[in-house]
C-alpha cells in the first residue's frame, strides 16, 4: 500500500542569536539541533505513535511535517505531493487534507470565539459555505465528538477540559482531512477524561479511515493507540516498528528504559526498573557517535565514535544500536565502556 505521509531526512535547527561581543568576534552561531534526520513513512487508516521523553523533538518534528514551522531541510511528501516545498497559497490549500490537534485547548482555542466561530473559521478559510449547509456542518461535527448542538452559543470556558478537546477536535475534523497530527492530545486530562477521548479518536477513525500521527510521552497511552511506534531520542528515531513488537521486544536501550519506566498497573507484580546516569543530551552539542552512548550500559568504545544506521533488525522492526540483535537476544550483557 502506497504511504500517505513520507518523510526522508527531516531536520529542524533553530539558531541561537549571538551577543554583541561575539558578533564582534564573528564566532560561529550555534544551532538547537531539534530534529536531526528523521525518516518515516504512514500509512492510510494507520496509527503511529510517536514517543520519546520531553524534549526529544516529537513536538517539533509534528509541527515542521505540517509546514506550521518549516524544517532547515529534507523532504515531506503528502500522497503524491512534495509539501515541503510548496509556499503561499499552494500549502494553505494543501492544509485541508492535514490538521492539527494541539496538547492543551485552553491556548489553543480563542477564550473570545463562540464554538460556533471556532468551528467557522476553517469554514470561511476554505470558502465551504458557498457550497454546503453550514449549520448542518457545524451541528454535525459537534455531534461526532459527543456534544450537543447548542454547544455552538457557548465560550470555551464554559466547558471542561475533556469538552474543550471535543471542540479542537471537531475543529479539526470539520474539513475532513486525511491526515490528523495528535500533539499529546490527553497530556492534560485526568485518567477518565483520557480514556475517553482515546476511544473516541478510535471510533472517529475507523468511521472516517483517518490517518493519525499520535505524539505523547506516555507509553501505556501509545500502546492502546498505535499500530507502529517510534522512539525519539535527541532528535533522532532510534527504534520503529509493529507496537507489540517494540514493547515486548525493545532492540534498542532507550526503549527498554521508557518502558521499564512505566508504572506497572498490579502493585503487587515485581518489576524491575532500569536506571541510567546522567541527563539528556544537549541539542546544542549532542553526543559524537550514538547519542545515547553516555548514558547506556551496553556501550562500548564504537559507540561514541560510529553513529550506528537505523536498520532492520526483525522483520520490520528498525533501530539504530550497534548492538542491537546481541541486546534482543540476550547474548550482550554489559558493556567495556566508552
Same mark, same amino acid.
Given at each position: ?32 539541533? #531539534? *530534529? ?33 514551522? %518549516? ?43 463562540? *464554538? ?5 473559521? %476553517? ?32 465560550? %470555551? ?27 499529546? %492530545? ?137 548492538? #542491537? ?14
Amino acid at each position: 500500500m502506497k504511504p500517505i505521509l513520507e518523510v526522508e531526512n527531516l531536520v529542524k535547527h533553530y539558531p541561537i542569536a549571538l551577543g554583541l561581543m561575539d558578533s564582534l568576534s564573528k564566532k560561529e552561531r550555534q544551532r538547537v539541533r #531539534a *530534529v536531526d534526520g528523521v525518516s518515516f513513512a504512514l500509512h492510510p487508516n494507520e496509527t503511529l505513535g510517536l514517543v520519546g521523553e520531553s524534549g526529544s523533538g516529537k513536538s517539533t518534528l509534528g509541527r515542521a511535517i505540517l509546514m506550521l514551522d %518549516p524544517p532547515t531541510s529534507g523532504k515531506v511528501t503528502f500522497g503524491d505531493t512534495i509539501i515541503s516545498d510548496l509556499r503561499g497559497e499552494s500549502l494553505r490549500l494543501m492544509r485541508r487534507e492535514m490538521q492539527f490537534v494541539f496538547q492543551n485547548p485552553d491556548s489553543s482555542l480563542d477564550p473570545r470565539q463562540r *464554538v460556533k466561530d471556532i468551528l467557522l473559521e %476553517p469554514v470561511t478559510a476554505f470558502q465551504l459555505q458557498k457550497t454546503k449547509d453550514v449549520q448542518n456542518m457545524l451541528e454535525n461535527s459537534l455531534r461526532l465528538v459527543g456534544l450537543p448542538a447548542d454547544s455552538l452559543g457557548m465560550l %470555551p470556558h464554559q466547558f471542561s477540559g475533556g469538552q474543550r478537546q471535543r471542540i479542537a477536535i471537531a475543529r479539526a475534523l470539520i474539513l475532513e482531512p486525511k491526515l490528523i497530527v495528535l500533539d499529546e %492530545p490527553t497530556s492534560a486530562l485526568d485518567s477518565s477524561v483520557q480514556a475517553q477521548i482515546l476511544n473516541l479518536l478510535q471510533k472517529l477513525q475507523e468511521e472516517f479511515g483517518l490517518t493519525y500521527l499520535f505524539i505523547s510521552h506516555n507509553i501505556n497511552v501509545v500502546r492502546y493507540m498505535a499500530d507502529r511506534i517510534a522512539v525519539l531520542y535527541a532528535g533522532k528515531i532510534v527504534e520503529i516498528g509493529n507496537a507489540k513488537d517494540v514493547l515486548e521486544n525493545p532492540l534498542h536501550p532507550y526503549t527498554s528504559v521508557l518502558i521499564s519506566s512505566v508504572p506497572a498497573p498490579d502493585t503487587n507484580q515485581d518489576t524491575a526498573k532500569i536506571r541510567v546516569e546522567g541527563e539528556s543530551p544537549s541539542p546544542v552539542n549532542p553526543p559524537s557517535g550514538c547519542r545515547f552512548h553516555p548514558r547506556c550500559k551496553y556501550a562500548e568504545s564504537i559507540c561514541s565514535t560510529l553513529e550506528p544506521e537505523l536498520k532492520e533488525i526483525n522483520e520490520k522492526h528498525w533501530a539504530s544500536c550497534h548492538f #542491537a540483535a546481541e541486546i534482543s537476544s540476550g547474548r550482550k550483557t554489559v558493556g567495556l565502556g566508552n
